[in-house]
């Protein structure tokens, strides 16, 4: 009877210790000082989220280091997570709060994926634009579906969204890359609207 009810105690504290563990995030709970922060630590879901995040950007930091100018790849990578973070916070605004703070992390996620090329990629489309620009498209397989845009030397990531027909990706800054066929209509930050053509 002894052994039995060691034996329980025994597996009742390993449980105990392995479910704090699994709702504990990459942060210290202790210095949780957000609605937000309180929330993901209360939250299984979440805080494996927090962590895969945690280990994204880790290797997004790595990729950046391999940069011409690292220093500022690094500086500005770290700037935008704390931007991004506080977007995060946000949530609490929300009616669902949880189902806004797993989006804003499956979303964030996805465009360091996308945007350091840490998962598997398509071969990049090029395409032709009646604005004399040329765009290549390549599509990520991130967690969350991602296209990467180069235009000039700017990158932007957008993510697939539901469209009544052909793809449709949205990203930041009211960017749209809706791809029909071999084209795609193309809605570029600050209210550039332009056609293109697949040309490889």
């Known amino acids: 009877m002894k052994f039995v009810l060691g034996t329980v105690i025994a597996f009742a504290a390993a449980f105990a210790v392995s479910a704090a563990s699994a709702a504990s995030p990459a942060f210290d709970c202790a210095k949780a000082s957000h609605e937000i922060e309180t929330l993901i630590c209360q939250n299984d879901e979440l805080a494996a989220k927090d962590h895969r995040l945690a280990d994204v950007f880790a290797k997004s930091l790595k990729a950046a280091e391999a940069f011409a100018d690292s220093k500022a790849a690094i500086s500005e990578l770290k700037a935008v997570q704390r931007g991004w973070i506080g977007g995060r916070n946000d949530c609490w605004k929300e009616d669902d709060k949880v189902a806004c703070t797993a989006q804003s992390y499956d979303m964030r996620i996805s ?26 498209a390549t599509f990520m397989a991130s967690d969350l579906p991602t296209v990467r845009l180069e235009r000039g030397d700017t990158t932007m990531i957008a ?23 071999n ?13 293109c053509r697949i040309t490889g």
């Not at 996308?114 to 765009?135: G, H, N, Q, T």
Request: with cysteine; hydrophobic share 35%.
């Open 111 to 136: 465009e360091l994926q996308a945007r350091f090329m840490l998962v598997k990629a398509e071969k990049p489309a090029f395409y032709r634009c009646d604005d004399k620009s040329e765009i290549v």
């Open 183 to 195: 084209e795609a209509q193309v809605e570029w930050p600050q209210g550039t609207s332009f056609a």
């Open 159 to 181: 993510w697939t969204t539901q469209s009544g027909s052909g793809s449709r990706y949205e990203g930041d800054f009211g960017l749209v890359f809706w791809i029909k066929g």
